[in-house]
């Protein structure tokens, strides 16, 4: 994960999504759905704050490994809470990884927290469920909010075009 980052290979980290999740992601943004999660943004405010060459680190916070009954409950909590169905015998293994995602290079800036849930399907390990945001920082908002102000003429227009015209705002917010 913290290649992808690095390299800014969105689509490395979109590999590994589970199918359900995929598909969940492809209902709400549609066929190119990995495009949502371009990351050209992000990378260059990395770059600006950390500097070329910086190195993106995983740090896991905490690890809970989930039994053969927590995997069952989790898996119908999936179903009634966010409409993805998992059939919990597919699920060999899972874990909730509570991780915190950071750059560093001349300085050193903490990009994204939160739960990621992990299993183990088919042999492989996929990511079931991102439940990660962006850590709030001031200075990352003026820079989205300056490269929105040179594409779309405001921000403003950016979260209308971005967010308020997608069916996906609509059913998921």
């Given amino acids: 994960m913290a290649k992808a980052f690095e390299e800014d290979d969105c689509k490395a980290i979109c590999e590994w999504y589970s199918d359900e999740l995929a598909d969940k992601y492809e209902d709400y943004l549609g066929s190119d759905w990995e495009d949502y999660f371009e990351m050209e943004d992000f990378i260059g405010f990395i770059e600006e704050e ?3 060459g910086y190195k993106v ?16 409950d989790w898996v119908d909590d999936m179903e009634d809470d966010e409409g993805i169905e998992y059939d ?7 874990y909730e990884l509570d991780i915190l995602i950071t750059a560093k290079g001349d300085d050193e800036l903490d990009l994204f927290e939160g739960d990621i849930y992990v299993g183990k399907i088919d042999g492989e390990w996929r990511i079931l469920w ?17 490269q929105a102000e040179e594409a779309y003429g405001s921000y403003d227009d950016y979260e209308d075009d971005y967010y308020y015209d997608d069916d996906y705002y609509y059913d998921y917010y």
């Avoid at 680190?57 to 069952?72: C, H, L, Q, R, S």
């Avoid at 850590?135 to 300056?146: G, Q, W």
């Fill in 57 to 72: 680190k995983v740090e896991y916070k905490d690890k809970k490994k989930y039994n053969k009954d927590d995997i069952e």
């Fill in 50 to 52: 950390c500097g070329d």
């Fill in 88 to 94: 919990a015998d597919d699920i060999k293994k899972l």
């Fill in 130 to 146: 991102d439940d990660t945001e962006i850590v709030e920082d001031d200075d990352y908002e003026k820079y989205l909010e300056e």
